[in-house]
């Protein structure tokens, strides 16, 4: 039986990597998520070439959308789901406190906090019938309060630290059922995501660290694949990096 792995955010960057590499792998199924399936183009051809990829409209930001998903789950996903990466994301808040208007922070906490937690509640009875139970939730070291970051990305890191704050409460709650749930760091990406942050810094001490610290979507996602085949139960309630080391939360 093939192991069954879900994927918000495919579409494209970080997502499609993780989908793709996944994907060569004969003894594995991919769930894929697009906002927009018809301009997916490059999971399509993937699905095609693979034969391995199932590719699902699902927008984080739409509770009626992430409502919808349980229909299509029915018809892919019957026997369960063993792992479910959070991937789906926005990173649009290059403000201070001061000046990031309310639409900023609603936009950032409907998508990177209440999106993935919605998520998760249509999943959980999918990975539930599996013993796999696995959850990795793409967060970043902008949510890290531990280990804060002097960089204003107000609502970004805000929602990344209100996602940690659940993806702690949520292995708390499942480590009796023996779910591993983590939070995962993909690295400072050159994605159009990534690339469009370092265009809004000013300073050019921060461009420079970012620039030094920057991966490849193609090496995050293979990192992170790594991480995810290593998990275990004593990985439940971690933070990592994508290289697999211990983040502070």
Same mark, same amino acid.
Do not use: C
């Given at each position: 039986?093939? +192991?069954?792995?879900? *994927?918000?955010?495919? =579409? ?30 490059? $999971? ?21 959308? *992430?409502?919808? $998903?349980?229909?299509? $789950? ?19 808040? !290059? !403000? ?17 906090? $209440?999106?993935? *937690? ?5 999943? !959980? ?9 696995? *959850? ?11 280990? !804060? ?14 996602? /940690?704050?659940?993806? +702690? ?30 265009? +809004?810094?000013?300073?050019? /001490? ?5 620039? #030094? ?12 694949? #790594? ?8 990985? /439940?309630?971690?933070?990592? =990096? ?8």
């Amino acid at each position: 039986m093939s +192991k069954v792995y879900f *994927i918000s955010g495919a =579409n494209r960057g970080i997502g499609f990597n993780i989908a793709k590499i996944l994907a060569q792998r004969p003894d594995v199924k991919v769930i894929a998520t697009a906002r927009n399936v018809e301009a997916a183009k490059d $999971l399509a051809e993937l699905k095609a070439s693979t034969g391995r990829v199932e590719i699902l409209q699902l927008d984080v930001s739409s509770e009626e959308s *992430i409502d919808a $998903l349980d229909a299509q $789950l029915k018809k892919v996903a019957a026997d369960g789901v063993d792992v479910f990466v959070s991937n789906a994301a926005i990173a649009d808040a !290059y !403000y201070t406190v001061l000046e990031a208007p309310t639409k900023v922070w609603t936009d950032h906490y409907k998508t990177n906090v $209440l999106g993935p *937690i919605l998520l998760f509640q249509v999943l !959980y009875p999918y990975l539930a019938k599996k013993k796999t139970r696995q *959850i990795a939730f793409v967060s970043s070291v902008a949510g890290s309060i531990g280990n !804060y970051f002097p960089f204003s990305s107000s609502a970004y890191g805000q929602s990344k630290a209100a996602l /940690n704050y659940s993806v +702690k409460e949520i292995s708390s709650e499942l480590d009796a059922e023996e779910f591993t749930v983590i939070s995962i760091h993909p690295g400072v990406v050159t994605t159009d995501m990534g690339n469009y942050a370092v265009g +809004k810094i000013s300073d050019p /001490n921060v461009i420079g660290a970012l620039k #030094e610290l920057a991966i490849t979507p193609e090496s995050s996602a293979t990192q992170q694949v #790594e991480v995810f085949d290593k998990l275990s139960r004593e990985s /439940n309630g971690k933070f990592l =990096n994508y290289d697999g080391t211990e983040l502070v939360w």
